[in-house]
């Protein structure tokens, strides 16, 4: 038996990096995936997940995670085809890169709608649809937050990034308290520097150096590696744990 065999799941930000590598993971567990982006390209090239995803049930709904239409929208697209919504991936994320005294309040704003009020939308419409649903294995639906190691430490010239990611840290224990009775499991997974393909101020020597410099183990992480994490944190395995920030950082919180 595959771990997600038939489980229903939205992932947010799934065209690119992190999210999809977590929708390749998701579809060759059994999911049944409804991808949500505000674009079907691939950021780092390549062909579209969709396309990729051939043979596999899988669906895309192209989503602004910061507009309150398009966050229930994307829930309701996932029950309308599939019948429940058993896991939501939050993973959409924007990054500003500009220290406080360079970040311009539409910058900020930005940051904040989308890492932050998008994750607020999309799990306050998922837990909206989870507590009408019967439970399964003892529970009702589960949320995984992709969140960051600099939600928990200073995010070097990127101010809106690293608060809005401590939103994120905060709001899933937030979530997981308040609906844990409810059979509503929430868990988040930090990342620390995934080497995704992405070009510009992430492969910066500067910003790689410092990486290398921060993370114990000898190589910096991949999507896969936090891939994996949501899949342990999306499956039946992870049935009592929740309010959990699993960090895949190579060992940079330890030290």
Not at 155 to 163: F, S
Request: neutral net charge.
């Amino acid at each position: 038996m595959r771990r997600l065999e038939g489980k229903a799941i939205l992932i947010t930000g799934a065209s690119s990096g992190i999210g999809r590598a977590i929708a390749m993971r998701f579809a060759r567990e059994g999911a049944r995936l409804m991808l949500a982006d505000v674009t079907e390209q691939v950021r780092e090239g390549g062909i579209p997940t969709r396309q990729s995803l051939d043979g596999y049930e899988c669906h895309f709904i192209r989503t602004d995670i910061s507009s309150e239409e398009d966050a229930q929208r994307a829930v309701d697209a996932v029950v309308s085809r599939f019948g429940r919504l058993d896991v939501l991936v939050n993973n959409a994320a924007v990054g500003i890169g500009t220290p406080l005294h360079e970040t311009s309040l539409a910058d900020w704003n930005r940051a904040l709608a989308t890492n932050l009020t998008g994750t607020f939308l999309m799990s306050r419409a998922a837990v909206r649809q989870m507590l009408r649903q019967e439970f399964v294995n003892d529970v009702r639906g589960r949320i995984v937050n992709i969140s960051s190691q600099h939600g928990m430490i200073a995010c070097p010239e990127d101010i809106a990034y690293g608060t809005s990611k401590a939103g994120v840290v905060y709001m899933t224990r937030q979530i997981a308290v308040d609906y844990a009775s409810h059979g509503v499991v929430c868990n988040a997974v930090a990342p620390g520097k995934i080497l995704t393909g992405k070009t510009g101020r992430a492969i910066e020597p500067r910003w790689l150096e410092y990486s290398r410099a921060r993370t114990p183990m000898s190589r910096l992480g991949r999507p896969e590696d936090v891939a994996s994490a949501a899949l342990f944190l999306a499956s039946d395995e992870a049935t009592y744990i929740t309010g959990e920030n699993l960090l895949v950082d190579g060992g940079w919180m330890a030290g």
